[in-house]
């Protein structure tokens, strides 16, 4: 156990729907990454939250937004869904150093019909 | 820009016998790398980490990895593979100015065979 919930496991939807995925890190962690992981992509670094700031962004389409609330846990939201969206997403969170390691969740799986 | 190759997206190997999963880096600065596990149905865990000093590093479950800077590799491995090493195994790089997030490899299946 990482220490870091992600929530919901699973998630079936159709296209043109909006979902929210959230993420809790580990106890004292500040970084929250989100991560995409699809067969054709591999894992796609998203973006980056460090105690509320959006720090870094990485492949993230405009449809998707994410925030990391005074209680350091944090949501992805993905709008305008497409089948192409189906994937794994990932969240890990790190203590506040560049070197220190990921944790990752379980990661949600996304289905879009 | 960083990118991370791994070199084989499938390893086969049967139980007991070594094994070595090849990753290339490119990078203009000095790099942390990483190697990732990830078995089925679960998150990525880490396996080891190369920040500075010694090029090899050790790492748990029995692995280890060279990190060789004139050939920018960063290969992993491990003498004696078991059933239970089946999973699939990414390397990762970041360097300091790139707050934390990782760059991952596509990936390598390692598959043990009994």
């Known amino acids: 156990d990482s220490g870091v919930t992600q929530t919901p496991k699973h998630l079936i939807t159709a296209t043109g729907q909006r979902v929210t995925l959230r993420c809790s890190p580990r106890?004292?962690?500040?970084?929250v990454y989100w991560y995409q992981q699809s067969l054709d992509q591999g894992l796609q670094f998203l973006i980056h939250?460090?105690?509320?700031?959006?720090?870094a962004k990485g492949n993230i389409l405009e449809r998707f937004s994410a925030q990391q609330f005074p209680d350091l846990h944090s949501e992805l939201n993905l709008s305008s869904l497409e089948l192409g969206d189906s994937a794994l997403y990932f969240c890990?969170?790190?203590?506040?150093?560049?070197?220190?390691?990921?944790?990752f969740g379980e990661g949600s799986r996304l289905t879009v019909l | 820009a960083q990118s991370v190759t791994q070199l084989d997206s499938q390893v086969p190997v049967f139980e007991e016998a070594p094994v070595e999963l090849r990753c290339n880096y490119s990078?203009?600065?000095?790099?942390?790398l990483f190697w990732y596990v990830q078995y089925p149905n679960q998150g990525l865990q880490l396996l080891l980490k190369?920040?500075?000093?010694?090029?090899l590093v050790k790492g748990i479950n029995g692995f280890e990895a060279e990190f060789n800077k004139s050939q920018t590799s960063f290969h992993l491995r491990k003498p004696s593979v078991h059933i239970s090493d089946t999973a699939e195994y990414f390397c990762?790089?970041?360097?300091?100015?790139?707050?934390?997030?990782?760059?991952f490899g596509q990936g390598t299946t390692l598959q043990v065979k009994p």
């Open positions: 890990a969170s790190s203590v506040a150093t560049v070197t220190g390691e990921l944790f």
């Open positions: 106890s004292g962690d500040l970084s």
């Open positions: 939250y460090y105690n509320g700031e959006e720090r």
């Open positions: 990078s203009s600065v000095s790099v942390y």
């Open positions: 190369y920040l500075s000093g010694s090029t």
């Open positions: 990762a790089v970041t360097h300091s100015g790139n707050t934390g997030k990782l760059i």
